[in-house]
């Protein structure tokens, strides 16, 4: 079937410098990824999105690349934060159905 | 804008018995979604009601079942509890963009659920 994953489960990163977290994913027909971000005891938060028809979008100091030749999507999250720290998912939104998710990366933030 | 609202936050059953879930979605959200949580599983979709109907269904038994009221206001009812349904319970609401097209949903704090 089809699948949604990440690449790592961890992820360690030296607080202000950047990480980067990856995602991939199986179905070519997938046309809007959702990046969320879940901190312990809390539901998933809405991060930043993108549909097919970009490679790059930006946020506030986050940004998302969309690779479509290879199926895989990436989070880069500048100058990380303590407050950063929390497991990211990606989201595949395929046929406006219903959310595909993948497994999480958890992200910590070494002082 | 008040976010989604998941009432209650957590609860304890005992094996066999039935559990009704709350979601109060975003003002003006007319899509309802419901997830499951677990460690072993990680997010898993159950269903989703727009306008008072169900829409999507996931793989789960029949033993978990929703409904979606004329406010969008939406419950999930579990039946006959096993040991494997503790898990966090996540509602999600989202608004349907023009023609169709879904915007992004926004998740409620969820509720822990604990059978025992």
């Known amino acids: 079937g089809e699948s949604v994953g990440l690449h790592l489960p961890t992820l360690s990163v030296q607080e202000g410098d950047n990480s980067i977290i990856n995602c991939a994913y199986s179905?070519?027909?997938?046309?809007?990824f959702i990046w969320y971000k879940q901190e312990s005891g809390k539901g998933p938060q809405f991060i930043i999105d993108i549909r097919s028809n970009m490679d790059k979008r930006q946020g506030q100091r986050v940004t998302v690349l969309l690779n479509k030749t290879v199926k895989h999507l990436s989070l880069q999250i500048a100058a990380t934060q303590p407050g950063d720290s929390a497991v990211y998912f990606c989201?595949?939104?395929?046929?406006?159905?219903?959310?595909?998710f993948g497994t999480g990366t958890r992200l910590t933030i070494i002082p | 804008k008040a976010g989604v609202t998941q009432t209650p936050r957590y609860l304890i059953k005992t094996r066999g018995q039935q559990v009704t879930l709350s979601c109060s979605p975003i003002s003006g959200h007319r899509s309802v979604s419901w997830y499951q949580q677990t460690p072993g599983q990680g997010l898993q979709f159950l269903f989703e009601y727009f306008s008072e109907t169900q829409r999507n269904k996931g793989n789960f038994p029949g033993r978990f079942s929703g409904r979606q009221f004329s406010n969008s206001r939406s419950e999930m009812n579990v039946s006959t509890l096993e040991l494997g349904d503790s898990a966090l319970y996540l509602c999600?609401?989202?608004?349907?963009?023009?023609?169709?097209?879904?915007?992004?949903?926004?998740f409620g704090q969820g509720t822990r659920l604990t059978v025992v």
């Open positions: 989201a595949d939104n395929f046929g406006n159905e219903k959310l595909t």
């Open positions: 999600a609401s989202s608004q349907d963009g023009t023609g169709g097209a879904r915007t992004e949903a926004f």
């Open positions: 179905n070519s027909a997938s046309d809007y």
